[in-house]
């Protein structure tokens, strides 16, 4: 059973920062590809960044250049860090570890706030 684990959620100023956490237990961690979603009240969840399990990267365009996904295959962990946080960012922020017709495992889900 794989289990993964948010943290560093919180509430922050606009223009603010925070790093995310997920922890992963498990054998599957670093043949996964990672993933940050997030959903706000109202909408449908959406990508925000992957992280295939050899390093690279993707981004939803409204956070490019302000968010950096990143791994620690040693640890079990997957990183976001968010930087110049904007109000709309305000969602619950959801990990995922999934390979293609394989496994696709998600996290409980850590809320992330941004004042304006």
């Known amino acids: 059973q794989v289990q993964l684990v948010e943290s560093g959620g919180g509430l922050v100023q606009a223009g603010g920062s925070l790093r995310l956490s997920c922890a992963g237990s498990g054998s599957i961690f670093s043949l996964s590809t990672m993933g940050w979603y997030r959903q706000a009240p109202g909408k449908q969840r959406e990508l925000v960044a992957t992280?295939?399990?050899?390093?690279?990267?993707n981004y939803v365009d409204s956070v490019k250049g302000r968010f950096t996904i990143s791994r620690d295959n040693a640890k079990n962990t997957v990183y976001l860090q968010m930087n110049s946080l904007k109000p709309e960012d305000t969602a619950v922020y959801y990990c995922?570890?999934?390979?293609?017709?394989?496994?696709?495992?998600w996290g409980q889900g850590t809320q992330v706030t941004v004042a304006s």
């Open positions: 995922r570890a999934d390979r293609f017709l394989r496994w696709d495992y």
């Open positions: 992280i295939t399990s050899s390093g690279s990267t």
